[in-house]
């Protein structure tokens, strides 16, 4: 857990330095009134006395961290996906969405829990491809938004209909260049190991989002980057954008009737 850049054990560290510490740029309020400052009102206490109250103060400080939740930028690539990858788990073992007429309920809960760890926008545009250039900012917008409720859509209700108590194991993560990570996972289906790896970008907020899943080798991005590059080849992005609006309904209005 850190507080800016700094460490607890480094706060802990400089706690119990004799060093001089600028207390303004690492610590919080509680720790400023807490640790001792050379005014003519402490001289005469004893050294001993010093180090005893800025052990006290140390603890307090480090109790308060704890008890603060880390923020989105301290998370590592594999806990970006963890956390929502098992809460659409819990969703989908939850047993009020055995009854009918719960499917629409749990797949907006499922989608609520792990859209925000992908970026749409650059899987959308790596998706395009070099065609990318060709959406106006608007275009670029409206493409981006109905891609995203389209594989929202399709792998969601996949989910939904193939799910069988299967077990999520993540095996690791690997960075390169401070910025880009790919984390390694497998779905255990009974005797069956299916690899599955998250590659991921760190945007400017020191945040990880997905930008491509690796399904047994295949890349979703790779996989429509295909039949979008065919579909650009002889159509304008705006009726790219149509086309997906219309499977978009399409996929609304049977999945409205299943529930």
């Known amino acids: 857990m850190f507080l800016g850049t700094l460490k607890i054990d480094e706060l802990v560290k400089s706690c119990h330095s004799d060093e001089s510490v600028n ?32 052990t006290i103060s ?31 788990i819990a969703i989908l073992n939850d047993p009020q969405y055995k009854n009918a007429g719960t499917k ?4 907006d809960k499922i989608w609520s829990a792990v859209k925000p760890m992908f970026d749409f926008r650059l899987i959308s545009r790596r998706a395009v491809g070099g065609h990318w250039d060709k959406f106006s900012d608007t275009e670029k917008t409206q493409f981006s938004d109905v891609f995203a409720d389209f594989l929202g859509n399709t792998y969601i209700d996949k989910i939904q209909g193939e799910y069988h108590n299967e077990k999520i194991v993540y095996l690791s993560q690997a960075l390169a260049s401070g910025r880009y ?10 005797a069956v190991q299916i690899p599955v790896y998250y590659r991921l ?3 400017n ?29 002889k159509e304008t992005p705006a009726q790219l954008i149509e ?17």
């Not at 629409?104 to 797949?107: E, G, I, K």
């Not at 990570?181 to 009974?190: G, H, M, S």
């Not at 086309?243 to 529930?259: C, D, I, P, V």
């Open 23 to 54: 207390i303004d740029d690492r610590c919080c309020p509680l720790a400023q009134m807490l640790v001792l400052s050379p005014t003519n009102n402490n001289r005469d206490l004893t050294w001993e006395g010093n180090m005893i109250l800025k």
């Open 58 to 88: 140390a603890m307090l400080l480090i109790s308060l961290l704890m008890l603060l939740p880390a923020s989105a930028g301290s998370m590592d690539p594999m806990d970006t996906i963890k956390g929502p990858i098992d809460a659409a």
């Open 104 to 107: 629409a309920d749990q797949r």
């Open 181 to 190: 990570a790919e984390v390694k996972t497998q779905i255990l289906r009974e």
């Open 201 to 203: 970008i760190k945007n």
């Open 205 to 233: 907020e020191d945040s990880w989002h997905v930008y491509d899943i690796i399904v047994e080798g295949v890349s979703l991005v790779k996989n429509y980057r295909t039949q979008f590059a065919s579909i650009l080849k």
């Open 243 to 259: 086309r997906l609006n219309k499977k978009l309904t399409e996929q609304n209005q049977r999945l409205s009737k299943n529930g």
